[in-house]
């Protein structure tokens, strides 16, 4: 064996251990209760939204405001952010070392991409007091993509692979494939019963808000407007534009709050 691969074996394997340490489980637990934060204000605002109340963004950057705006907002966004830079760790090691179907890695990836973003805007949040919100986000890098050669087919492509994430993550939630994902042993049998009710229902409606994001996106592509795609904010009341109105919207939203409350059950019994 050379030098140079000798090296490289020893580096990926400091690499999977830090990926393996306490310290990163910790924090990564610590993470994914603060996802079930920011789920659990989308879910409220989304609620008011179907209620009649449009006045906020029911979107994460909304919902990182609403802590910065608490007593003691600068220390709470100081843990978040800890909180999503070690999600982002865990799952790149997931996409890399991890081992599954080729979904599960491009769901690694998506999440990879999604936390970093989130911690771009919690620290927006705590250097500037603001950020865009998620739909200017999102029409933003839309242009820009559609600007680029072969524009509206790279955004097709995304709108296409969130519609795929969507429709996987409703299959998760129906078929209760997200019980792989948990230390079951570890678990009571109310617990295992609850956290099968709530990812149930919570990943359902994640996946109909992907599923919808990825319609929007795809709509952007074919006719060349950035503005027909939007973040979380903008997908969710496109719900309440649906035949079913605003009820549909209340209905999601509710399936929002179960995610958020599964995310709380899998920072504590979660496999990391």
Known sequence: ????ERAGREMTGAARRAARSRALDVATRVGLACRGVLYALIGVVAVQIGLGDGSQE????????TVAALPFGAVLLGIMTAGFV???LW???EAVFGGGEAIERVEAVARVAVYVLVVATLFSVLTAGKSSSDDEKSRDLTGTLLGLPGGQLIVGAIGLGLLVLGVYWVR???TKGFREELARGRMSPRARTAMDRLGTGGYVARGAVAAL???LVGQAAITFDANRA???DATLRRFADTPAGPPLLVVVALGLLLFAAYCFGESRWRRT
Do not use: E, F, R, Y
């Open 1 to 4: 064996m050379s030098t140079a």
């Open 58 to 65: 029911a979107d994460k950057a909304g919902a990182i405001s």
């Open 86 to 88: 070690a999600l982002a």
């Open 91 to 93: 799952q790149a090691s």
């Open 172 to 174: 998760q939630g129906v």
């Open 213 to 215: 994001a990825g319609v």
């Open 230 to 232: 939007g973040g979380i």
